[in-house]
């Protein structure tokens, strides 16, 4: 059966950025421009045989940005990472023409966001802190703001994500913690240490957020996802106040 491109266009690998051996930036040119919202994700393909293997990635550039940028972790036994980090400027991949997803900012809701990632899960939140900055150099300010608290288990699978957010973070509606789990391999680590979930409620105490006056967005590991849900439960956020973005599930891709 032939495979059917007419969903895809190609896009042109023009930047990449190891962090790691696992984590890297790759930053794409689609072969046409896109639209999509702070949030949403774009799907990847690569031809294999008389199919196409594809996943999803959330993307980290804003759409002001003509380029997509993403942040993307190296499964080892995966079927789609290793082949793209194969990938060398000037290669091409598929991307799916429609970029989709429902974890975007609600208008409607609460205006400060308490964002939780782990790893490569920071991707959506650097396209909403980087469309709000835009967003404010343009005299529009909707007040929103934005509490982002960013786990890894060493300093590498952060990306460098921590230097802009801090920069960022000088404009006083955003504040940025990131925080390792082994900080022992980490000899230059003095920031926060221990697992996101397990400083959630330290630091939205000390920013003030709190269910009356927050929205909880969860990004990444589903371990992290299902561990912080209770605790936001708990400290009565009620449920359609917290949105989740699950990269993986433990029996299988959650790529739709
Ligand atoms: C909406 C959405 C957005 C996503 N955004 C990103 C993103 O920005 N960056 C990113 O790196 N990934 C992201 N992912 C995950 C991505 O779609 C792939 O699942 C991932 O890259 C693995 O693909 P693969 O083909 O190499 O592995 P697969 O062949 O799909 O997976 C092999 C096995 O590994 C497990 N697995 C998959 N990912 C991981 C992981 N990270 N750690 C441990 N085990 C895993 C799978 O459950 C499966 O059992 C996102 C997923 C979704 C649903």
Redesign the pocket.
Known sequence: MAVNLKPFMNARLVERTDFSAERAKFVFEPERPVQFKPGQ?VTLGVLNGDGI?Q????IASSPHEPRLE????L?K??????RLFDLKDGDSVLMRERLV?A?VLDPAGPRRRLLIATG??I?PFVSMARWKHEELRHGRDDGDEFLVLHGGSRAPDLGNYCDELAVLAKGGWLHYVPTVSRPWEDGNWTGETGRVEDTIRKHADNYGYHAGNSVAYLCG?PDMIEYAKPLLKRARFPKERVKE????????????
């Not at 996943?55 to 959330?58: C, E, L």
């Not at 036994?77 to 290793?82: C, I, K, Q, R, V």
């Open positions: 994700y293997i996943r999803a990635y959330s993403l942040f993307i972790e499964v036994h995966g079927e789609l990472t290793p997803g974890f490569t899960g991707a590991n973005e699950k990269y993986f599930t433990t029996t299988g891709t959650t790529e739709d």
